[in-house]
Nanobody, 122 residues
Framework: HLVESGGGLVQAGGSLRLSCAAS????????MGWFRQAPGKERIFVAA????????DYATSVKSRFTISRDNAANTVYLQIDTLKPEDTAVYYC?????????????????WGQGTQVTVSS
């Protein structure tokens, strides 16, 4: 079970840290990912992190501004978003799968949260 939080309304140039709290499983064996879905568009990959936090992967478009991290003791994965832009407006979802690898493929993930809304005003 995954629950996202930390979204909200932010001015362009600001920052947010999204959190995704996991329960009901062995979080430390899960690869985790963040995806986002803008209004009228498909859900797309943003970032992923390996089960132990040693490996990360980012969509090229966000690599310089987004940072994914995790705290296995707290069963939580984070997404730090800096220098927010209006085009970052979307619902942000976390996803997980027990695996040693990472993936950008939305179909690869087995567990999903309900999402948290991020709205960036210009």
């Amino acid at each position: 079970h995954l629950v996202e939080s930390g979204g909200g309304l932010v001015q362009a140039g600001g920052s947010l840290r999204l959190s995704c709290a996991a329960s009901g499983g062995l979080f430390e064996v899960y690869a985790m990912g963040w995806f986002r879905q803008a209004p009228g568009k498909e859900r797309i990959f943003v970032a992923a992190i390996s089960y132990d936090g040693s490996t990360t992967d980012y969509a090229t478009s966000v690599k310089s501004r987004f940072t994914i991290s995790r705290d296995n003791a707290a069963n939580t994965v984070y997404l730090q978003i800096d220098t927010l832009k209006p085009e970052d407006t979307a619902v942000y979802y976390c996803a997980g799968r027990p695996n040693i690898y990472l993936s950008q493929d939305i179909a690869w993930y087995s567990s999903w949260g309900q999402g948290t809304q991020v709205t960036v005003s210009s």
